[in-house]
T-cell receptor
Framework: SAVISQKPSRDICQRGTSLTIQCQVD?????MFWYRQQPGQSLTLIAT?????????ESGFVIDKFPISRPNLTFSTLTVSNMSPEDSSIYLC???????????FGEGSRLTVL | LAKTTQPISMDSYEGQEVNITCSHN???????ITWYQQFPSQGPRFIIQ???TKVTNEVASLFIPADRKSSTLSLPRVSLSDTAVYYC????????????FGQGTTLQVKP
């Protein structure tokens, strides 16, 4: 299993600003993912955070808007840039265990953009 | 990645058995079937995973027919605390390991 800590747990931000969300895992993991969950909706995969290389983004998500860092096997950050009210969501970090097939999630970062 | 289809919502009463069926017609030979549970204001939590026939753990049972084109999550004697969204997924770990979530099934357990 993996324990994932996300910071901040919630924040209220002004339109046009940027916020960086941190994800810390208690063990080294190969696969790390960032998801977004808008109110009342399912989870949407934003990108795969690759250690030592650029993140792999899903359709509809771009690096300029959601820059991701993955400096080592236990840590990643997601930045939501130039925020608008449409970016109000819960952002979740997750890591995968290829041996068991499980995906572990953090508690999420609830972002409200005014 | 295999696409999954499941009911959007279900209602049940405390003490009843709940069965949620998911279809995954284009599941690949090496794919497993995985179910997650999400409570409000929490990240999803792994419940159970199976490849064929039946798998049971302390939380649920998973029934998978021989053709593996569908699966049924069975929750025995649900309580109010089982009210959550349940997601059926078919991860393709051989490729990228990423999971694509469908709509999920919102289960509402009533007293």
């Amino acid at each position: 299993s993996a324990v994932i800590s996300q910071k901040p747990s919630r924040d209220i931000c002004q339109r046009g600003t940027s916020l960086t969300i941190q994800c810390q895992v208690d063990s080294q993991v190969t696969m790390m993912f960032w998801y977004r969950q808008q109110p009342g909706q399912s989870l949407t995969l934003i990108a795969t955070a690759n250690q030592g290389s650029e993140a792999t983004y899903e359709s509809g998500f771009v690096i300029d808007k959601f820059p991701i860092s993955r400096p080592n096997l236990t840590f990643s950050t997601l930045t939501v840039s130039n925020m608008s009210p449409e970016d109000s969501s819960i952002y979740l970090c997750s890591v995968g265990d290829r041996d068991t097939g499980e995906l572990f999630f953090g508690e999420g970062s609830r972002l409200t953009v005014l | 990645l295999a696409k999954t289809t499941q009911p959007i919502s279900m209602d049940s009463y405390e003490g009843q058995e709940v069965n949620i069926t998911c279809s995954h017609n284009n599941i690949a030979t090496n794919d497993y079937i995985t179910w997650y549970q999400q409570f409000p204001s929490q990240g999803p939590r792994f419940i159970i995973q199976g490849y064929k026939t039946k798998v049971t753990n302390e939380v649920a049972s998973l029934f998978i027919p021989a053709d593996r084109k569908s699966s049924t999550l069975s929750l025995p004697r649900v309580s109010l605390s089982d009210t959550a969204v349940y997601y059926c997924l078919v991860p393709s770990w051989g490729n990228t390991g990423k999971l694509i979530f469908g709509q999920g099934t919102t289960l509402q357990v009533k007293p």
